[in-house]
């Protein structure tokens, strides 16, 4: 067999192996110190919830506000309770966050990006580097 249909087989294995594993949401409980220890569980996004987080507003303390909020089941039941006590608008349970100091959800946006695959290590390195040489 060709070395290059080998090759090419290898990268589509490779690739419907990591497609797969992209399908699973990974989670992450996070202590809150400064609440009596609350744990809260954030969990990866998905790329169409990533997409949709960043299309949110054009703030990006709102766009932190709503990525933490969607990305934690914790923020989002514990916003329904503010509601119906009249402490949230329907329509802005997100700002639940605010709950947060700057660098707190500073840290846990970070974290859900990470979850979600957008920021850590990408595993890729550059191994070569061509130039195209133009036809005058």
């Known amino acids: ?3 290059k249909v080998i090759m090419f ?3 589509a294995q ?3 192996k990591r497609m797969e594993e992209r399908k699973k949401h990974r989670t992450e409980q996070l202590r809150l110190k400064d609440m009596d220890d609350m744990v809260l569980e954030v969990r990866g996004l998905s790329d169409k919830e990533i997409s949709e987080c960043y299309e949110f507003s054009d703030d990006s303390l709102e766009i932190d506000q709503y990525t933490i909020y969607c990305a934690s089941k914790t923020l989002q ?3 329904k ?3 119906a006590n009249g402490q949230l608008k329907t ?3 997100y700002k639940i966050t605010e709950m947060f100091t700057a660098t707190e959800r500073n840290f846990i946006a970070k974290r859900v990006l990470t979850l979600s695959g957008v ?4 595993g890729i390195e550059v191994i070569g580097e061509t130039e195209e040489i133009k036809n005058s």
């Not at 920021?119 to 990408?122: S, V």
Request: aromatic content about 4%; proline content about 0%.
């Open 91 to 93: 329509g802005q349970e």
């Open 9 to 11: 087989e290898k990268f």
């Open 1 to 3: 067999m060709d070395s």
């Open 81 to 83: 309770v503010l509601v």
């Open 119 to 122: 920021l850590g290590d990408t």
């Open 14 to 16: 490779q690739a419907a």
């Open 77 to 79: 039941e514990a916003a």
